[in-house]
Each structure stands twice: as C-alpha cells, then as structure tokens.
C-alpha cells in the first residue's frame, strides 16, 4: 500500500499563487506517474496536471502557462505551484500516484484531497 499526504492548500485571492504538495510513503516498489487532480463542487473530477518518472509533463488546457508541476523522486514528492490562480480554479484538488506493487501489478493511490478556494 502506499500512502499519500496532501499540502498547502487554502485561501487566496485571485491572481495570488499557492504551491501543493503530496508526499508518498509506504511499500513504494516504483512510482510512475504521478499527478494532480481536482474537483469542484457539483462537477467531475477531472486531471490538472501529470508528471512521468522521466519527467514528462501534461497540463489540462485550462492550467497550462499558469501551473507548473514537479517532483522530487529521491523524497517521493509531487509538488504543484499554481500561479495567477482564478475563482474558477476553487476545488479540491487530490494527489494519484501510480505505482506498481510487490509482483509488479501496477496500482493507482489517491490522496485526501486539499481544498484550494480563490476569491474574487
């Protein structure tokens, strides 16, 4: 099983940054992707962003030019710096990590979720 602890979410107004993290720990055999999704209320879930191994990374087309995601795959960390954030980016925003297990069965882990709320 692997584990993932959520931070850094809040209030902000628009226009303002905040930075998300999300630690993984446990029985991490090999984490692959890694990424952030987000739900507001009375809308699907939907992804932000994603981040491989390798470093390859993909933006929702409504995030792109404003967050940048990263990680840190010494510590098992996935970072989200959200910048010139909007009302409509209010949501709680989850972790999911895929990784494969003891006998190499990949599995997919998610986070609490954080709440990010951006007023006007």
């Known amino acids: 099983q692997v584990q993932l602890v959520e931070s850094g979410g809040g209030l902000v107004q628009a226009g303002g940054s905040l930075r998300l993290s999300c630690a993984a720990s446990?029985?991490?055999?090999?984490?692959?992707?890694m990424g952030w999704h987000r739900q507001a209320p009375g809308k699907q879930r939907e992804l932000v962003a994603t981040?491989?191994?390798?470093?390859?990374?993909n933006y929702a087309d409504s995030v792109k030019d404003r967050f940048t995601i990263s990680r840190d795959n010494a510590k098992n960390l996935v970072y989200l710096q959200m910048n010139s954030l909007k009302p409509e980016d209010t949501a709680v925003y989850y972790c999911?990590?895929?990784?494969?297990?003891?006998?190499?069965?990949?599995?997919?882990?998610w986070g609490q979720g954080t709440q990010v709320t951006v007023s006007s």
């Open positions: 981040i491989t191994g390798g470093g390859t990374t």
């Open positions: 446990g029985s991490i055999f090999n984490l692959n992707t």
């Open positions: 999911k990590v895929n990784s494969n297990d003891r006998y190499g069965i990949p599995r997919s882990y």
